[in-house]
């Protein structure tokens, strides 16, 4: 099941007021939210949710006469702020796909899930292990979660939820979630979602929200459509409108309740409570070679011909390049029908990592072990040895098909050259 298409319905009070200090990286191999709500049943109690997006592209599929199955296995450890363990439960999932292109990740989809916690207000650290069951692989996610007091005297929002759709059912909603920080593309249409509770006095409120930037600068902001209270509670929504060209990066979104003034405005001057989340903007084609696009279609030596490279430096201006840019990476995406582009993020990621790990007297991209590394990946093996006359050391790579690279440190300052030639035409291909 995609994560977008995931709907809840009668949704009570989903999130009073849980603050997510550290929110799962940008290259988080599955994607979690933690959110928290007030439970009237509870006398008080919070009670926590923990959605799970898990991509049928980090599973292994096996095939079966019942078709495509993967299976993994999610294990919740929480523990209080003194390093207690409060919770420690595992679930099993078995996911079948008729078709082998979506269990490679062709569409996008996900398998999503969600388990109820009860917490008392606190600090707490979630960690969640994934164990891919027929690829015998483990991928870890660690959050760091707040939960608050929840006084029934004072006014209070729940923390918010990203959705992709909502639905109106009586006096409820039907909600579609978004599960994560990561916006892959800012052109999907997402809400924020709240639930709101206001002991007395007050009918009526509205939502503000802003997103804004590390500095502080506010780059987007909108006001929403009246809430009418009953009995002091209520749901609410607004939609998010981000801007197109928004960078790469990490972003607040702030969303404050408001009281709904006969006027017909909102009254700015009083917040009656207030609820943030982190956006994530991940690197992107047009995004992260804004910053240096000669550099980056450099780069593209490893994966591109020459005949490709001096189309897209045949562009007369920096906007043409780009387009140019974009165009061949799409030819290379694995997964067309959805917004992120597997091949280059892995393509780049490797270009940062040569640049951390290889550095010598170039970028680390530009030395050998690093163009390597980023046409093949990391090696199956690495063996380490003096070379015949002991003068020097030596560095075997060894990759599968009996592929073997070796480098040799002639210099002793660990310029590692190197001394087996290459396959004709190597260039980098993305295999998952």
Not at 16 to 44: C, H, K, N, T, Y
Not at 201 to 212: E, F, N, P
């Amino acid at each position: 099941m995609n994560q977008t298409i995931l709907a809840i319905s009668a949704l009570t009070a989903i999130a009073p007021s849980i603050s997510l200090l550290a929110q799962q990286p940008v290259s988080a191999p599955f994607m979690v939210d933690v959110i928290s709500s007030r439970a009237p049943e509870l006398l008080g109690r919070p009670r926590c949710d923990v959605y799970v997006a898990v991509p049928f592209s980090l599973l292994n599929f096996i095939d079966l006469d019942t078709g495509h199955v993967a299976e993994y296995t999610l294990q919740t450890v929480i523990r209080d702020s003194a390093g207690r363990k409060l919770v420690d439960s595992t679930y099993r999932r078995t996911i079948v796909e008729d078709e082998i292109a979506v269990t490679r990740g062709s569409t996008g989809s996900a398998d999503n899930a969600v388990r109820r916690y009860r917490l008392s207000p606190g600090t707490y650290r979630c960690e969640f292990i994934l164990r891919d069951v027929f690829g015998k692989r483990d991928f870890t996610v660690s959050q760091k979660v707040v939960v608050p007091t929840f006084p029934d005297s004072e006014p209070s929002m729940s923390s918010v939820m990203l959705v992709r759709e909502v639905e109106q059912r009586g006096e409820r909603y039907s909600i579609t979630p978004f599960i994560g920080d990561v916006l892959w593309s800012k052109d999907m249409q997402l809400f924020a979602f709240v639930d709101c509770y206001v002991p007395t006095g007050v009918s009526r409120v509205g939502l503000q929200w802003t997103v804004t930037a590390p500095d502080d600068r506010v780059l987007a902001s909108g006001i929403g459509e009246p809430v009418e209270l009953r009995k002091g509670s209520a749901q609410a929504f607004v939609p998010l409108t981000l801007p197109q060209r928004m960078m790469p990066g990490t972003f607040q979104l702030r969303v404050r309740l408001h009281q709904w003034e006969a006027s017909g405005a909102i009254d700015t001057t009083r917040v009656l409570a207030e609820r943030t989340r982190q956006l994530i903007i991940p690197r992107s084609s047009s995004g992260a070679v804004l910053s240096d696009l000669a550099k980056a279609i450099r780069q593209l030596i490893y994966v591109a011909d020459q005949a490709d490279i001096d189309m897209i430096n045949s562009g007369t201006t920096e906007a043409d390049k780009l387009a140019q840019f974009d165009e061949f990476w799409k030819r290379l995406d694995p997964t067309p029908s959805t917004v992120r582009n597997e091949a280059f993020d892995e393509f780049y990621d490797r270009i940062e990592q040569a640049n951390r790990r290889f550095k010598s007297y170039t970028e680390g991209w530009l030395t050998d072990m690093g163009r390597v590394f980023v046409i093949y990946g990391e090696p199956s093996q690495v063996d380490r040895f003096s070379t015949q006359n002991g003068m020097s050391v030596a560095v075997r790579w060894t990759y599968p098909n009996n592929l073997m690279l070796t480098f040799e440190d002639a210099s002793g300052f660990g310029d590692f050259r190197l001394r087996t030639p290459m396959p004709a035409g190597a260039k980098y291909r993305y295999r998952r």
